[in-house]
């Protein structure tokens, strides 16, 4: 019958030696959520660390667990409160997850908190909060293990912030990653081939957008619907259709058209010859106006540290790599 170690040297004695850095890329090859845990320790002061190795445990009684490196400062925090919260951070808060894991700083300076029991400070706007009552603490080789039973929480449709293979990134669903290419397309492609980095880098600066538009209930259609005419005003609906065809690689419903005529955003022209064109109205205008601050600004975040030279020298690359690939297309 095997048996199985008791002690923790029992412990070090039967696990076999790795190559530490080996092992730590194949722990990140997991992808896992960000989270940040809080407490409260001596004096009242306020706790928090960014930790991805939060797990659920159990539905009931409702349980979660997380581990805690013993070398951390905080560990005496953690095991004397009686209380923690653990906040599952949404893709906009990688700022925030950066902040509770750097050192030295005041981490919760101006943030507005919330208090739990024990007065442990509760972060507001993530995707999921759990207030859990420390229920077992467990010896985890390097780690202690906390086991928290939940008292309360509440989330939100958010998309998670999510960690892999040491970087951050954001959960995409599959059927939208489809919508720009098909699986067998790309999938023999690595990160250093050019087609890969073009159609990434504009996948998501196109996913900016959307996201952008959605928050101010706009759909990607409907974009592209009066980005196309508030550029060439008087069109009939196929070529409306054609041109986002030309511009989008698909085409648009002619319901879209007509939704935004309801509107008021949209009405129809006599262009004289037998054909009815399509032409903005003034609340469209309006709305042309928005979606192209909407553009700017999600543009503005993707450009992130790019200096405006970078941002300058990127266009004219892009500018003659099209000039590149028109030139060896098929006629």
Not at 316 to 329: C, D, I, K
Request: charged content about 20%; hydrophobic content about 40%; some cysteine.
């Amino acid at each position: 019958m095997t048996t199985q170690p008791s002690t923790q040297a029992d412990l070090a004695k039967a696990s076999p030696v790795f190559d530490g850095r080996a092992l730590r890329d194949a722990f990140g090859s997991f992808a896992t959520g960000v989270t940040i845990v809080t407490t409260s320790g001596p004096g009242g002061v306020d706790i928090g660390l960014t930790a991805n190795s939060f797990s659920s445990v159990s539905l009931d009684p409702p349980m979660v667990l997380w581990s805690l490196a013993r070398t951390s400062l905080n560990m005496d925090a953690f095991r004397d409160s009686g209380h923690f919260a653990v906040h599952i951070l949404s893709a906009d808060q990688e700022t925030l997850s950066t902040r509770f894991a750097s050192k030295g700083i005041d981490r919760f300076e101006g943030l507005t908190l919330d208090r739990g029991p024990g007065n442990i400070p509760m972060l507001q706007d993530c995707m999921a909060r759990f207030t859990c009552k420390l229920a077992y603490q467990y010896e985890g080789g390097d780690h202690v293990i906390f086991v928290g039973e939940i008292v309360d929480f509440g989330h939100s449709a958010r998309k998670p912030l999510v960690f892999h293979g040491g970087r951050y990134g954001m959960l995409l669903p599959k059927q939208i990653l489809a919508s720009v290419n098909s699986p067998d397309e790309f999938s023999n492609l690595s990160s250093d081939d050019l087609l890969y980095q073009v159609s990434n880098a504009y996948f998501r600066t196109r996913q900016t957008v959307v996201e952008k538009l959605e928050s101010h209930r706009w759909t990607a259609e409907e974009y592209a619907v009066l980005s196309i005419i508030g550029r060439e005003d008087g069109l009939c609906v196929p070529q409306i259709v054609a041109r986002s065809e030309q511009v989008r690689g698909k085409g648009i419903s002619a319901s879209i058209v007509q939704k935004l005529i309801v509107r008021g955003l949209l009405h129809e022209a006599d262009a004289g010859d037998g054909h009815v064109t399509v032409r903005l109205t003034p609340e469209g205008r309006l709305a042309v106006l928005e979606l192209i601050a909407i553009r700017k600004s999600s543009e503005a975040d993707v450009q992130g540290s790019l200096d405006p030279s970078e941002v300058q020298l990127l266009k004219h690359l892009l500018a003659r790599l099209e000039q590149s690939a028109n030139a060896v297309a098929p006629t």
